[in-house]
């Protein structure tokens, strides 16, 4: 993917004026340097589409707003050599930590390792970087993906012909691809008729365009494992414009109040989804940072749980949105992971 210098240009100047107000007297009773406010954290994603990224963008500034943290919040384009140079905008901003949210790894492992050298602290969620000094959040996507694709098998036994969506390179993707190759190993009657996917924005209308050519190629395919939201709308689009969504069943990860409403959506074949609230992994990532310049030395590897969503679960608790998913599901509500004292937590 290409990169312009005026994109680059335009994204530094975003980057400088995105950082929220910190509490100027900094937190009563936190160590330093939270004690005196106005602590320069990076945000840089690689993603700037959909639903998950906005809400984890979202409880990350909440998360640093009540931290008195200056976060500076660099929005991801898909593109690996923009992505690189935020990183290398963050070095020079002289933040103390750096959050980055998904990329590709061998793109960034030598920037990260500046930003290692320059004692400046690096937490990755959903990318694995590859090194000991550099903190790892994660879904767990193990129980992510082994939790949906049970539903799936109990939903329709253990022989169905499947299709499957899938882009290698992507840390979460590739764990989740681990549990799919798994379930088909352990249940051979699961035949994977098509497989496609694609980052390329907007992803789910690029995602709808093959599914749909896959669709058409293999009408017996009668489930759909999409391990992104954004892959399963793009299918559930494609299912709809031919008229398959009936006997069709997508399985996806991730949840937002707009999946939620097309999951209610009547005759939808999207029928479930396990996922973790993107706002609390973005306010986790942001706790986890504030230990790390504090020197609380947070765990290396942090996973937080997923949990299950059926539409029928949706429907008996008459859920329209994240926040009542949240409040009704307490589980997908709150993680008890990177926490201190002095930490306000924020849900």
């Not at 103390?96 to 004692?119: R, S, Y």
């Not at 892959?231 to 939620?260: E, P």
């Not at 986890?288 to 290396?300: E, H, K, M, S, T």
Request: charged fraction near 20%; glycine fraction near 8%.
């Amino acid at each position: 993917m290409r990169t312009s210098f005026t994109l680059k240009s335009l994204a530094g100047i975003a980057a400088l004026v995105a950082g929220l107000s910190a509490h100027a007297e900094g937190l009563k009773g936190a160590p330093a340097p939270f004690d005196k406010g106005g602590v320069k954290v990076a945000l840089v994603g690689y993603i700037s589409g959909g639903d998950f990224f906005r809400a984890f963008d979202n409880g990350a500034q909440r998360q640093a707003s009540a931290l008195g943290i200056d976060l500076r919040v660099f929005p991801g384009k898909e593109d690996a050599a923009l992505q690189r140079d935020q990183i290398q905008q963050a070095i020079n901003l002289g933040v103390k930590a750096i959050i980055i949210n998904h990329g590709q790894p061998e793109a960034l492992k030598d920037v990260v390792q500046q930003a290692v050298d320059a004692g400046i602290k690096v937490i990755a969620f959903d990318v694995n970087l590859d090194n000991p000094k550099v903190t790892q959040i994660e879904q767990s996507d193990k129980d992510l993906a082994e939790a949906v694709l049970g539903q799936a098998l109990k939903d329709n036994g253990k022989a169905f012909k499947a299709g499957y969506v899938y882009v290698p390179g992507f840390a979460p993707l590739d764990r989740r691809d681990a549990v799919w190759s798994s379930v088909k190993k352990t249940n051979p009657g699961i035949v994977e008729k098509a497989r496609w996917g694609t980052v390329s924005a907007p992803v789910a209308t690029s995602v709808a365009a093959q599914a749909n050519a896959a669709l058409r190629a293999n009408p017996d395919i009668t489930v759909v494992f999409a391990p992104w939201d954004e892959f399963a709308r793009g299918t559930k689009l494609a299912a709809t414009d031919l008229g398959s969504g009936k006997k069709l069943k997508i399985y996806s990860a991730d949840v937002s109040t707009a999946d939620i409403a097309e999951i209610r959506e009547a005759g939808s074949p999207w029928v479930a989804t396990a996922a973790t609230n993107p706002s609390v992994v973005g306010a986790t990532s942001v706790r986890a940072a504030a230990l790390a310049v504090a020197g609380a030395n947070p765990p290396q590897h942090i996973a937080i749980k997923p949990v299950l969503i059926t539409r029928a679960e949706l429907d008996q608790y008459d859920i329209k949105t994240v926040d009542e998913l949240a409040s009704k599901l307490p589980a997908f509500g709150r993680s008890d992971a990177a926490l201190a004292a002095w930490i306000p937590a924020v849900h």
